[in-house]
C-alpha cells in the first residue's frame, strides 16, 4: 500500500489546538503537495480550486451585529485548530443549515449560564481564491503562499474540509498578520446570511 504521508500527519493524535503550529513545522512546499492527497479516510476527494467552500457563522462569536460584519477574529481559528469548512459539492444547503442549527442548540442547552448563540449565515469561499492568496513582505526575495486547503471528511460529515495557515519562514509575524487580515477580507465579500439577519 502507498504511503499518504498528508493522511498520516492528519489522523495523528494531538490536542486540537496543536494542528496549525505542527503543520508550520513542516516545510512549505510539502504541506502545499499535500493538498492534492486524501487527508482522512471518509475523503471524496482532495479539495478542488473550484470548489465553494462554506463556513458556519454564529452571533455573538463571529458576527458584529452591531456593524453588521464579520468581528476580526471571526476566522481566528485558522491559526490554531484549521478553520472548519463545509464543501458544498459535497452536501446541500439545506443540510449545512440543520447542522448549524444542531450545533447551535446543543451548545445553549449546555450552556445555559453563557450567552446564547444564534446561527445567522455562511461566509462562503472559493477555494482557489484561498489558495491564492500571497504574502510578500518589504525586504522578502519572493511572495509565499498564505493557506493551504484539505479535505478532513469526518466520519458523519464527508464535505468537511480545513483552511490552515501554512508556515510564512522568517517573516511569520507578518505572514500571520496579513492571514488574519485577507481571510477576513475574503468572508465578507460573500455573506450568505438568514433572511432576518440580511441588512438588505
Keep these: 500500500m502507498l504511503s499518504n504521508p498528508c493522511k498520516e500527519f492528519f489522523e495523528r493524535p494531538r490536542e486540537p489546538k496543536e494542528l496549525g503550529p505542527q503543520l508550520r513545522e513542516v516545510p512549505v512546499d510539502t504541506v502545499l503537495e499535500w493538498e492534492a492527497l486524501p487527508a482522512a479516510e471518509m475523503s471524496p476527494g482532495p479539495v478542488q480550486d473550484s470548489e465553494r467552500l462554506y463556513r458556519q457563522l454564529l452571533d455573538p462569536v463571529h458576527w458584529n451585529a452591531g456593524a453588521g460584519e464579520l468581528k476580526p477574529d471571526a476566522f481566528c481559528d485558522v491559526e490554531r485548530i484549521g478553520l472548519s469548512v463545509n464543501r458544498i459539492e459535497h452536501s446541500s444547503l439545506d443540510a449545512l443549515e440543520a447542522a448549524a442549527e444542531t450545533r447551535v442548540s446543543n451548545w445553549n442547552r449546555d450552556n445555559p449560564n453563557k450567552p446564547a448563540r444564534k446561527f445567522i449565515g455562511f461566509a462562503v469561499f472559493e477555494c482557489g481564491d484561498v489558495r491564492a492568496q500571497l504574502c510578500t513582505p518589504e525586504g522578502a526575495s519572493s511572495s509565499t503562499r498564505l493557506f493551504a486547503v484539505f479535505d478532513t ?48
Design 153 to 200: 471528511a469526518r466520519q458523519n460529515d464527508e464535505s468537511h474540509a480545513d483552511v490552515c495557515r501554512v508556515d510564512g519562514g522568517g517573516y511569520d509575524k507578518y505572514h500571520k498578520v496579513r492571514a488574519k487580515a485577507i481571510l477576513w477580507e475574503l468572508g465578507n465579500r460573500a455573506l450568505e446570511l438568514k433572511r432576518e439577519n440580511s441588512c438588505s
